[in-house]
């Protein structure tokens, strides 16, 4: 098994109010998917470090309340 510790990008937005501020929340993840870590980061990154990013536009205001979460591909956030 291969424990490597990925770190992940999760942004909570609102596609029904646009102009409320996104959430921003890193996690640090195993290959299986256990969360050993979950920081909520102040503004949006600036630098691509992130293995994967995940996005929620439900308005929904913590990751717990989220039902459904989209993997987004070739985010500019993300590592090439």
């Not at 890193?26 to 691509?48: H, N, Q, V, W, Y």
């Not at 205001?61 to 956030?77: A, E, G, M, Q, V």
Request: proline share 6%.
């Amino acid at each position: 098994m291969n424990d490597e510790i990925r770190k992940v990008l999760v942004i909570l937005s609102n596609r029904f109010t646009p102009l409320k501020p996104a959430k921003y929340i890193e996690l640090d993840c195993k290959s299986d998917g256990t969360i050993l870590k979950e920081t909520t980061l102040k503004r949006a990154p600036k630098k691509p470090i992130y293995d994967e990013v995940w996005e929620n536009d439900d308005g929904k205001t913590s990751l717990d309340s989220c039902t459904r979460i989209k993997k987004k591909y070739n985010h500019p956030l993300q590592k090439r």
